[in-house]
T-cell receptor
Framework: DADVTQTPRNRITKTGKRIMLECSQTKGHDRMYWYRQDPGLGLQLIYYSFDVKDINKGEISDGYSVSRQAQAKFSLSLESAIPNQTALYFCATSDGIGRGNEQFFGPGTRLTVL | AQSVTQPDIHITVSEGASLELRCNYSYGATPYLFWYVQSPGQGLQLLLK??????LVQGIKGFEAEFKRSQSSFNLRKPSVHWSDAAEYFC?????????????FGTGTQLKVEL
């Protein structure tokens, strides 16, 4: 089984709808991250969490919210989706700064907002 | 603030030819450096990483990278490219202090391999 899983893998939705993307990990890592990837822009950090009670905004958090339900689960929500949120979304985990914050990625969720 | 520049958006090489992908970083101290690869429809897989010590690091799939502090570079190399190496490659920098709470990624280099 994969260490970092994301559901759904693909989602098409309409403008204004609420969407939740889920991430689960079995690596036992405390730190979890959400990124979005757009062609030519690389990966941009949306939110990150160091533990269940610690959530931080990344570079592009506007329009997004997150929930860390447990050490192993970190969900990303789009409260009212808009077309420019069409992107590939990745969840990642790490076990902390001692390893240079090496991150392990899920397979991604491709989101299309019509 | 830390940053990464990958100056080549696309690179095309012939199968069997050597490969070098460029990465330049900006960071106030000795960084942690990473190369990730993303195959079509896949997530990111770690190829190799530099933390300290030997500046030439070996990774998976026959890749290596050299950390050059004087040039702020961490270029990825492979002596003989295989068709299966076609993918997008991302360089990333992380820090050793509070700023190391996150990685900063470059914009990626798309590699095409001609048979």
């Amino acid at each position: 089984d994969a260490d970092v899983t994301q559901t759904p893998r693909n989602r098409i939705t309409k403008t204004g709808k609420r969407i939740m993307l889920e991430c689960s990990q079995t690596k036992g890592h405390d730190r979890m991250y959400w990124y979005r990837q757009d062609p030519g822009l690389g990966l941009q950090l949306i939110y990150y969490s160091f533990d269940v009670k610690d959530i931080n905004k990344g570079e592009i958090s506007d329009g997004y919210s997150v929930s860390r339900q447990a050490q192993a689960k970190f969900s990303l929500s789009l409260e009212s989706a808009i077309p420019n949120q069409t992107a590939l979304y990745f969840c990642a985990t790490s076990d902390g700064i001692g390893r240079g914050n090496e991150q392990f990625f899920g397979p991604g969720t491709r989101l299309t907002v019509l | 603030a830390q940053s990464v520049t990958q100056p080549d958006i696309h690179i095309t090489v012939s199968e069997g030819a050597s490969l070098e992908l460029r990465c330049n970083y900006s960071y106030g101290a000795t960084p942690y450096l990473f190369w990730y690869v993303q195959s079509p429809g896949q997530g990111l897989q770690l190829l190799l990483k530099y933390f300290s010590g030997d500046t030439l690091v070996q990774g998976i799939k026959g890749f290596e990278a050299e950390f050059k502090r004087s040039q702020s570079s961490f270029n990825l190399r492979k002596p003989s490219v295989h068709w299966s190496d076609a993918a997008e490659y991302f360089c990333a920098v992380g820090g050793r202090t509070g700023g190391g709470n996150k990685l900063t990624f470059g914009t990626g280099t798309q590699l095409k391999v001609e048979l």
